[in-house]
């Protein structure tokens, strides 16, 4: 896994109750706040999802295997039906993050690929000024699961909507073709373990033992990774790159008509051998692209390096840390580099005894590294603590010139591992903080961005502008995860007032992060929310889908366009400019 997990927004784990909006399109008004409800019903244990829509093709090309090939896979395939499936998993009821049933239902449910449609019906006046194309990643997976799976496992999809010259030129949606995906393609069925849903007990030690024996037999080969690429999306290089922090990055190219074409999996030219994690930051000045690496089985466990804007990568700098800890995303400032090392811990070893390798260990005190952002080695990094904190998600930080602290913008949560273990929905917050370190002293302060303690709302993905990436900045704009999992609006988030202004769906509407677009041409002197929020949005009762263009200076929506086919909820997406698209390598 690696990477993570959006939910994602918190990625979600279920489908939930619809809001009690009355209204079937967005209220721009500032309704009070959304409360969470009951959710997760009762699912029998292993149900196959059904695929909705027109199913991907989910074989390809057999395997030229030789005879020994041929009788070791029929033997392993074996093994696992009789052995774990029959036996190891089907005395554990699954838990709720891992049960398909849930996972991948209703609006969770994967999906067809989709060729470019031809340019697509529009409500209201889309910007004429908006050229480029909104591309957003999300799990999806290509074969019904054959035991426990968690949203994050699915195979990675990209959803594309082309926009030029006041027109939806056309919608796309195609799988990432990952060395996974296309060696399971050939077989027919899945053969890679899944990160979160099967490895935990003594199942996910057999799956492991089963994967080592396909991989020593030949029939499934790994040395060309074994990622889904279904987390992250930046555009650094002219690359689009689809991440997971499992693997390395995979090019993907946007074609003229807007089509989604592989490239490959891309090392950099040679120069990256390691998985990198899906939340890379991009300095919007010089073009650098700044990232870490994790390692859960051997030393060393954390890796930080940077690319500059032409892929040149830097030494990596080892990040002294005692245990292998999740790290699915850091943040940036024009000087620092800010590294997260908080409670969500791999312990490999748990599944001996029957659980879960990812544990929050509440006798760690989170912290946060500040290391000098072209750091060579790790001499300057210093540590400063911040109990009692978990954030999943960062989403800018600067330097105080004023009291020489570095801020940091996040969405605090608990219960910590809320997104991968079954820990209800009713205790589930997320609370955008700010946190304060103070190098010199090691102390930190931290406080609820939202002033109103009656207006707290749990907000997760979304971005600032990214224009203005590790400066101070006045909005973010964030997705409201209610009912949990679900995201039924995004709010405005004044982060200097503590107020929001909410943009809701409706009823029965539900979406996932949104994707701010400065509007091109502002110029230096423009206003820092002067641009559109992009988001596709799901109407459950219709079983439609678009993608809402919002003004993202008085919420108000300007145009919706009509899909021509389902989209799923996803994790993050980007917008690439016009002028990008013509220049891709």
């Given amino acids: 896994m ?3 997990v959006t939910a994602p927004p918190p990625p979600a784990t279920a489908p939930a109750t619809a809001p009690t909006s009355k209204s079937k399109k967005p209220s721009h008004a500032n309704p009070a706040p959304i409360k969470a409800r009951p959710a997760f019903p009762a699912r029998p244990m292993r149900a196959t999802p059904s695929r909705r829509d027109s ?3 989910t074989t390809g090309p057999k395997p030229n295997w030789n005879p020994f090939q041929r009788l070791a896979a029929a033997a392993l395939d074996a093994v696992e039906e ?21 996972q991948i239902a209703g609006n969770y449910a994967p999906v067809g690929e ?5 340019p697509l019906p529009i409500s209201g006046s ?5 050229d480029g194309v909104y591309v957003r990643n999300g799990a999806n997976p290509l074969h019904a699961p054959r035991g426990g799976h968690h949203l994050f496992d699915g195979d990675g999809m990209l959803h594309a ?3 030029h010259g006041g027109a939806a030129v056309s919608y796309a949606c195609r799988f990432t073709e990952t060395s996974r995906l296309r060696q399971e393609r050939a077989m027919g069925r899945p053969v890679f373990p899944k990160a979160i849903g099967e490895l935990h007990g003594h199942s996910g030690v057999a799956r492991l033992l089963l994967f080592g024996a396909r991989s020593l037999a030949g029939v499934i080969d790994a040395s060309e990774g074994i990622g889904v690429a279904n987390a992250g999306l930046v555009f650094h290089n002219n690359r689009l790159l689809a991440m997971s922090e499992d693997d390395l990055p995979y ?3 946007v074609t003229d008509d807007g089509d989604l074409v592989t490239v490959g999996r891309y090392d950099f030219d040679g120069q990256l051998d390691t998985a990198m994690i899906a939340h890379p930051k991009l300095d919007p000045v010089t073009g650098e692209l700044f990232a870490l690496s994790y390692n859960v089985v051997t030393k060393p466990y954390l890796k930080y390096f940077f690319f500059t804007a032409d892929g040149r990568k830097s030494p990596d700098v080892e990040i002294p840390v005692d245990a292998p800890t999740m790290m699915h995303d850091f943040a940036v400032t024009d000087n620092y580099a800010i590294i997260p090392d908080q409670q969500i811990v791999f312990k490999l070893q748990e599944m001996v005894f029957g659980g879960s390798p990812v544990v929050y260990d509440k006798k760690k005190t989170a912290r946060f590294g500040v290391l000098p952002k072209r750091a060579g080695d790790s001499s300057e990094l210093r540590w400063v603590e911040v109990p009692d904190c978990f954030c999943f998600h960062l989403w800018n930080a600067w330097e105080d010139d004023v009291t020489g602290e570095i801020v940091v913008i996040g969405s605090c949560m608990t219960p910590a591992d809320a997104v991968f273990n079954d820990s209800g929905e009713e205790s589930f917050c997320s609370v955008l903080s700010e946190i304060r370190l103070d190098v010199r002293t090691g102390v930190s302060r931290r406080r609820a961005v939202i002033a109103g303690v009656d207006e707290q709302v749990n907000l997760e993905a979304g971005m600032v502008n990214r224009q203005l990436l590790g400066k101070k900045t006045r909005y973010a704009y964030l997705a409201i995860a209610e009912p949990w999992p679900k995201v039924s609006g995004f709010a405005k988030v004044d982060l200097e007032a503590g107020t929001v202004e909410k943009f809701v769906y409706g009823e029965g509407r539900y979406g996932g992060e949104p994707c701010f677009v400065p509007r091109p041409g502002g110029g230096a002197g423009a206003e820092e929310d002067d641009g559109y929020v992009l988001c596709y949005v799901h109407d459950e009762g219709r079983g439609k889908s678009e993608m809402l263009v919002v003004n993202a200076r008085d919420m108000r929506e300007e145009a919706a366009v009509e899909l021509p086919g389902r989209v799923p909820y996803g994790l993050h997406g980007t917008f690439i400019a016009g002028d990008k698209l013509r220049r891709q390598a």
């Fill in 126 to 130: 889309l910007p004429p000024c908006l």
């Fill in 82 to 102: 009789n052995l774990i499936s029959n036996l190891l998993e089907r005395v554990h009821p699954l838990p709720r993050t891992a049960d398909p049933t849930i």
């Fill in 161 to 163: 909507v082309r926009l």
């Fill in 251 to 253: 090019h993907v190219r």
């Fill in 55 to 57: 199913p991907a093709t």
């Fill in 2 to 4: 690696a990477s993570s």
């Fill in 114 to 118: 989709h060729p470019p449609s031809p």
